[in-house]
Each structure stands twice: as structure tokens, then as C-alpha cells.
């Protein structure tokens, strides 16, 4: 739908957000390599998407602190897209550009949102202007809806227009099922969660033991042994995510020691395995020593080890605590709180990265039951 959308899938603004922005730099950045080893320098692409992104942030602002102002980067923005256009044009010469309809509503676009920040500013005087006011996205949304209301009918009625208008007013999407009873799926959804199993301190000991290295000798193994890994975690992701994992439990100890001998200076990082915080970097990620690199590595390889050879279960937890507990998990932090401070860092590691994994099969659960309707529902037509 990002790459090739159909007839109403262009019309979605949110597809083209979704495609040009910050993650997408994010991913060209982490697998530059990869890419340019199949299709080429990617400079030129990345440079128009984060033209593109800066473009969307400055037509779409909410706030008077990301507004539209005279001499601000908002409005610098605009005119680089004009230029970036003309120079596009020129360079095409008739073959690769756009068309012209899409060129020409653009500049007029932004040339109109330049001449209608001057008036305001130097004729009513405004100091600011919030562009996300000037977007008609809810108005081709409701259109949209009003022609798809009642089958495809791209040419409704003055009647019609004002019947369709009305029922959207009441109209609810929490609808019962065309025909039959009310499945128990439903009713069961709509009843109290039961208990959640008390688990939490045999858990807790489970982390004490993994990390002590040797109390888990004699416990059963839980896992097939594979003579490899189905996949593994990047490097330069994983030194981000021990910055993030500092920042959340390393950051609160009050032990300078702790924080010395867990933390860098940026300068002082690795540069391969710090490239892509370096990029991210705005002023306010952390660098994470050696040290608690190799712990973060460690607890993701013995989470890998788990989710990619068998499927997610209610002991899914249990089981990456029982293989950390084989690994030679190497302490962090002073001499006095290194037990303490390791610990905390296994535990909100591991919780962190089970909830975006349990959050990525949950999306993609729901983006396989919206093909299914809607392959059901073009059927039907």
C-alpha cells in the first residue's frame, strides 16, 4: 500500500506519512549497506525523504512552537522544496518528474501559504500561523465516506448528500452481526478480565538466579537446543538500546561510580557500533560503556534464542529467564551495587523487549484480519 496503492489507497494521506518519516531515514541508515549493495548510493533518496519529512512537519503544525513564523526553519523549508522542484524540473527535462497537475497544485501550495503568512503577519498581525488550520484532509475524508456510504457511487445526489450527512451523525461502528446470534467472542469480550496468575515473585527469583549465574544447573531445560539462531539482533540497534535501558534504570542510582563506569561520552563511544545513536542523536541519547553493551548483548541474544525458535506462550517469560541463567551474564556498575544494578537493567530489558514483540504480533494479527474482511467484503460485491 506504501509502495504501489491502489486507486483509494492514494488517496490516503496517512500512507504517505507513515512512508516519509524519521524510521524510514532510521532503516535506510541500518541497512545502508545492504541497499547500496543491490541498487546503489542511497544519499539521494534519504535526502528526499527527510525533505519530504521536514516538509509534512511544517505544513501540519499543531502548536505555536512548531508554527509557521517569518525567518523560522518552517518557512526555509518551503522555499528549499520550491528550489528543490525547479532544479528536479530542469535536471528531468521532460522524463522522471512529476506531473504536472501534482507539480503545479504544489508550488501553488506552498507559494500561497508563503503570501498568506506574510499578509497575516505584516497586514493583521499575527506572529505565527498554525498550517495544520489550512488542511481540507477531514473534508476529503467525509466526502470519501458519503461516496462509499452507499457502494461506490462517486457522484451522489443533493438528496442523497444530505440523507448520507444525517445518518453519519448516529451511525455507530460497534455493530451486532448481519445474521445469527451474537457469537460468545463478543459477550466474552465484553466481561472482566479473570485474575492474572500470581507469578510475580517466583519470577523475580528467577532473575536473582539467572544473574547470580548457577543456581539454575539442576532446573529442567525448557528449550530445544538448535545448533544456531534464526536470527540475530543488530549491533548498532542493540548499542541504542542500551542507552535507552541507562537512561530508564542506570540514570536513577545515585552512585556516581555507577554511572562512570556504565556511561560514555559521546566522542568517546565506538564509531561503528555507535553510528546509528550518533544519527538518531538530537542532544539527548545516552552513550553506553563496554560493559553494559555486553550485558544488553548478552540478555538479547538469550531473548532471540527464545522468540525465534518457538512460538509466544504464557511461559514464554520463564524460559528467556531460564536461558539467561545458562549464559555467563557479566556484572555492571561498583562493587557494591553490582548485583543490585544488573538486575534491574535484566529486568526492564527483558520485560521492554517481550512488550514490543507481544505489540508487533498484535499488529500484525490485526493487519491480517483487516485483509481478510476486506477481501470478504470485495467478494460480496
Not at 108 to 135: A, I, N, P
Not at 179 to 200: R, W
Not at 234 to 239: H, I, P, S, T
Not at 246 to 254: D, E, G, M, P, W
Request: hydrophobic share 35%.
Amino acid at each position: 500500500a506504501h509502495i504501489k496503492p491502489n486507486s483509494f489507497e492514494k488517496m490516503r494521506v496517512n500512507l504517505a506519512f507513515q512512508l516519509f518519516t524519521t524510521d524510514v531515514l532510521r532503516g535506510l541508515l541500518v541497512f545502508q549497506t545492504a541497499i547500496e549493495e543491490q541498487h546503489g548510493d542511497s544519499t539521494a533518496t534519504a535526502h528526499f525523504v527527510e525533505l519530504i519529512r521536514d516538509l509534512i512537519a511544517a505544513m501540519s503544525s499543531r502548536t505555536p512552537t512548531r508554527s509557521l513564523k517569518r525567518s523560522s526553519e518552517q518557512l526555509q523549508c518551503l522555499q528549499a522544496v520550491l528550489n528543490y522542484l525547479n532544479a528536479w524540473e530542469i535536471h528531468a527535462q521532460g522524463r522522471g518528474f512529476l506531473s504536472k497537475s501534482t507539480s503545479e497544485g504544489l508550488r501553488v501550495t506552498l507559494t500561497s501559504t508563503q503570501e498568506l503568512l506574510e499578509y497575516l503577519t505584516e497586514k493583521v498581525g499575527y506572529t505565527f500561523l498554525m498550517t495544520s488550520r489550512l488542511s481540507q484532509d477531514c473534508v476529503e475524508r467525509l466526502f470519501g465516506i458519503i461516496r462509499q456510504f452507499s457502494g461506490s457511487n462517486e457522484h451522489p445526489g443533493p438528496s442523497q448528500f444530505l440523507i448520507i450527512a444525517s445518518a453519519l451523525q448516529f451511525y455507530s461502528l460497534a455493530r451486532s452481526p448481519k445474521k445469527g446470534n451474537t457469537p460468545p467472542a463478543v459477550v466474552s469480550a465484553l466481561l472482566s478480565c479473570p485474575p492474572a496468575p500470581k507469578e510475580k515473585e517466583c519470577l523475580a527469583k528467577l532473575v536473582d538466579k539467572a544473574i547470580d549465574n548457577g543456581d539454575l544447573e539442576t532446573a529442567e531445560e525448557v528449550l530445544d537446543h538448535l545448533p544456531y539462531v534464526a536470527q540475530k539482533s543488530d549491533a548498532r540497534l542493540l548499542f541504542y538500546m542500551a542507552g535507552y535501558a541507562a537512561r530508564k534504570t542506570i540514570l536513577k542510582s545515585s552512585c556516581s561510580e555507577c554511572k562512570t563506569s556504565c556511561l560514555v561520552a559521546a566522542d568517546a563511544a565506538p564509531e561503528g557500533l555507535s553510528s546509528a545513536t550518533r544519527a538518531f542523536d538530537r542532544g539527548g541519547l545516552l552513550y553506553p560503556s563496554r560493559r553494559l553493551f555486553d550485558l544488553i548483548s548478552t540478555l538479547e541474544d538469550s531473548v532471540t534464542a527464545c522468540l525465534s525458535t518457538q512460538c509466544l506462550h504464557p511461559d514464554t517469560m520463564t524460559d528467556i529467564l531460564a536461558r539467561i541463567g545458562q549464559s555467563n551474564v557479566p556484572p555492571i556498575g561498583c562493587s557494591q551495587h553490582a548485583s543490585a544494578l544488573t538486575k534491574g537493567v535484566a529486568h526492564f530489558y527483558c520485560i521492554t523487549r517481550l512488550y514490543f514483540f507481544v505489540k508487533s504480533i498484535n499488529r500484525s494479527r490485526e493487519q491480517r484480519s483487516k485483509r481478510k474482511n476486506l477481501r470478504k467484503s470485495a467478494s460480496l460485491q
